[in-house]
């Protein structure tokens, strides 16, 4: 047990040297790709900013729908089936048949190769459920047909929302899915969100329509207000021109009227239709409308055929920047919220990293005064042991790239203060096998032997917390189970190598000496 | 020899009336929830300018109708932490604050860190805050059934359970804040408590299966000596290494770092006189360790 070969000990020597290297790579340049590896600091050391958004799926459901009871009425109609009653209720639509063609609607919603209710053969579920209330018969979309719709509104708005970021131009954000229907957005380094903030939440969704005083449009008619929210107009609900058609909006200087402006261009489609309603609508009131806003609505003097044009509405140079960047990043599929807001300043975050490294500091020296007082010369080796621990410990967390958090630090420090436990454990166990063992070398065995279960005890408990606690916890507070659990495993190894080669050199070279330990 | 068996009894009668005590306040007193948990706005503001201080800011808040508006001190003279419910979960909350605190203080403070909790992310942490509770909890019972025989494993849980009421305990009577890092300590305690237990235990079995006419009550007592140098000594390190974060480590690790102190603190007692009272209650044997093993 206590003798190490030649080789184990190169392994061993090699195997720190390698990890206080890699862990020096944090304070040091290195040329090489493998050594130039940095710890990663969280937002709460490095300060940034954290967003949890959550999409509101509400409106894309119910415009679902609402296209939904027009295809099924359409797509019942060549079947010579007539739909009655039509409606949509708390997201269900209902409708009725006659008695005779019900069971065939039935069917067509059941079948596994039904064009109008998709089958998902991996799921075993269709997108639509029916049911027959009795009343009338009842559609709503299955659970899976949720997900999917709810999968799908996510991957749309994570794209614009990954747009809407990089265009502001912080530093590596970090925007990732959370379950279905929300985004993490981490933004390091930037320590005032509001501008940020207020781009994801606006759904961006503009529409270009005139202004009527005809009640009885073909289309219906809304009453909208206006951006500063005193006037109102009556508008048409049809769309001339929508978010969609834009290819480029940047924010200009209309120096003739002297104030800032939003101009546009429009792809093939929408210069088409914006040339032939301003040449139509030559003298009406056109509504630039903006999430259900109007944010101005210019009367309309000369047929614009150019495919590009401009939006004046009282806007500062900022205002007109941010509309002109939501305007080219596309419109969210539906609104987001913010529903969780982490916000560390850059300084705070210094100060944290400041005040974690002087009890790391202060930590570290209480324990190895401690250690050295109380032990002596196995309190020495227990010491050597806790510093290569220590950077080992560094080290691993810079290999995988590891995130450091301030409860990251608390767990490194923990680890110093638990770290002895293996040590004590089994030079206690010496101690007592010395009593009764005049061996020296055989005592230090069964020391080592007769801890061992306790040791794996003790270490496989500590783990289980920290993984429960890695899987469970979120943020910083992962960082300290990260810290906690590596920190395991590096004790174990600096116990069971570094410190058994040191004890073992000691103990040979001593042997005969009456009082060892 | 330190006949730590003597006080079995009462030990044992101080423990449960600390576990009814901690119990009745954590039922009729509740916990001190922090916004991580309950919801709300947390603004951690540094003052350049002595003008503002707590009556000031308080004031402040307070014209600025956001319901319960809670201002302290925190660490030092110049900061201090600001705390509201933000019900109707407006918004543009902060910007409108900053307004507001540029009218009175002009430009002599500074925004050190925002936090903001919707109802339903706070309502998702407790939940899983108290998952993570209750599931190491379970994972330390499954581990301890297989390793141990089930008076062993009792006295164990025993152990956790008193570790874990009777710190929640000291929070709620002291009304300290509950957030999520003190979810974290609970669950290194629950590590920690039992890492402790199981060396005891160790030592416990090894010498019933040594020993055929020592009574548990001794045979317990001989084993918490036996290893109660290590028990001092890694306590020890464990405190001197959690005190440097109480004193060091700055505001945000405070509670952290305290529930981990009185889980050490309780930790290491209720090894020796829950755990090992367990055992001793439940006339363990030299046949309960030798019986397992013919099973196995």
Redesign the interface.
Known sequence: MLYFSKLRILFITLFSVLFILIASSNLFKFDDDFFDKKINLGL?LQGGSYL?L?IDNKPVIEQKLQNLTTTIRNYFKEKNIKINNIKIDNQNIFFNVTNNDKQFVLDVFQDENSDLNPYYPRFKSHQLEIEDTGLNLKVNFSRQGLIKLKTSSQDQAIEIVRRRVDEVGTNEPNILKRGNNRILVELPGLDDP?RI??LL?KTANLTFRFVTNDENDRFGVEKLKFENGLEEATVSKRIIISGENLLDAQPKMDTQANQTIVSFTLDRVGAKRFGKATSTGIGKQLAIILDGKIISAPVVRDTIASGSGQISGGFTFQTATDLALLLRSGALPAPL?????????P??GQ??IN??M???A??FI??II??LV?YKIFGLITNITLIVNLFILLGVLTLFEATLT??G??GI??T???A??AN??IF?RIK?ELKDETNSILAFDGGYT?SR??IL??????????I??FF??????KG??VT?GVGIFTTLFSVYFIARLFTSIYVSRNKDKEKLI | MIAFNKYYNHFNLLSSFLIIVSLLLLIFKGLNFGIDFKGGTLIELRASDSKINVSSLRDRFNQMDLGDVSVKKFGNDTDFLVKFENKDNKKNIIEEIKVNLDKSFGNNYDFRRVENVGPKVSDELLKSGVIAISLSLALMLIYIWIRFEWQFSLGAIFALFHDVIVTLGVFSLFSLEINLSIIAAVLTIVGYSMNDTVVIFDRVRENLRKYSDIKIFELTNISINETLSRTIITSATTLLALLAIYFFGGEILKGFSLAMILGVVFGTYSSIYIANTVLVRLRVSQKTVLRENEKK
Request: no cysteine; charged share 20%.
């Open positions: 709460d949890l959550e509001m903030k207020s939440g919220e913010i529903i969780e807001e982490r916000t560390v300043g300084d705070l100060d944290s005040a974690g002087i009890a790391l202060i930590g209480l324990v401690f250690m109380k301030l409860p630090i608390a420090i923990l110093v203060g638990m002895v436990d004590v454990l206690e007592e007769k279960t306790a005890d003790a270490n496989i408990t500590t783990l289980l917390a920290a429960v606690l469970m916890g979120s943020g910083p507070v300290f189970a906690l």
